[in-house]
């Protein structure tokens, strides 16, 4: 199947600063990109969803200032997480849409730990 | 608005037991419904998938039958094997620009 390459797969950081997360699609242009967070023990949560040649467009609750999602290229998509703060500890997912109706792919996930 | 609710985990097993992990659903309209499985250091793979009630998706000895009547798409298998330890993960996508919903995702560990 399609991969998807996501890096870091963990990473800790200081309070106050930023940290950004990388995900590529190694052999496919993805029309649609996803950004998922996972809180302990809870379902991946829908952060934003970012279609070709738009702005992504945030779930309610999802800070867009905090959370910067530069959809860069049709293989390349980044999270940046601003001004980090202990809450924003989680688990971070991108995905990857080929076409519309068509199966996602997934990154490996990032292990984003705040201290 | 949609949910997945699965059961929560660890399940552990041994090896050649039979696996069911429980997955119930809420939702408008006519979901798709999914399984993803997370190996360790890896990224989430489609296992199964049905788009239809009574459809039953199967995959590495794995099945999983679309109950419209009881909104629910439990996950099994006759023999789980050591190298089926992973993270399971439950999904309904409503067709609408394909976002996906998961539920909590249940580990599950297998021992020899």
């Known amino acids: 199947g399609a991969v998807v390459s996501q890096h870091p797969s963990r990473v800790i950081c200081k309070s106050g600063t930023s940290v950004k997360i990388e995900c590529r699609s190694l052999?496919?242009?993805?029309?649609?990109m996803f950004w998922y967070r996972q809180f302990p023990k809870q379902s991946l949560m829908l952060m934003a969803t970012?279609?070709?040649?738009?702005?992504?467009?945030?779930e309610q609750g999802v800070e867009k200032d905090k959370f910067l999602i530069n959809h860069a290229s049709l293989t390349l998509s980044t999270l940046t997480v601003t001004s980090a703060h202990p809450e924003d500890s989680s688990f971070y997912i991108c995905?990857?849409?080929?076409?519309?109706?068509?199966?996602?792919?997934f990154g490996q996930g990032t292990r984003l730990t705040v201290v | 608005g949609d949910s997945v609710t699965q059961m929560e985990g660890p399940v552990t097993l041994s090896e050649e037991a039979f696996l069911t992990i429980n997955c119930t659903y809420t939702a408008t309209g006519y979901p798709s419904l999914f399984w993803y499985v997370q190996y360790p250091g890896e990224g989430l793979q489609l296992l199964l998938k049905?788009?239809?009630?009574?459809d039953k998706g199967s995959n590495k000895g794995f099945e999983a039958t679309y109950r419209k009547e009881t909104t629910s798409f439990h996950l099994e298998k006759g023999s789980v094997q050591v190298s089926d330890s992973a993270v399971y993960f439950c999904a309904l996508s409503d067709g609408a620009g394909n976002m996906l919903t998961f539920g909590g995702g249940t580990r599950l560990m297998v021992k020899p």
């Open positions: 970012s279609n070709e040649g738009s702005k992504a467009t945030y």
């Open positions: 052999d496919f242009q993805a029309t649609t």
């Open positions: 049905a788009t239809k009630a009574d």
């Open positions: 995905s990857f849409l080929q076409g519309k109706n068509t199966e996602a792919f």
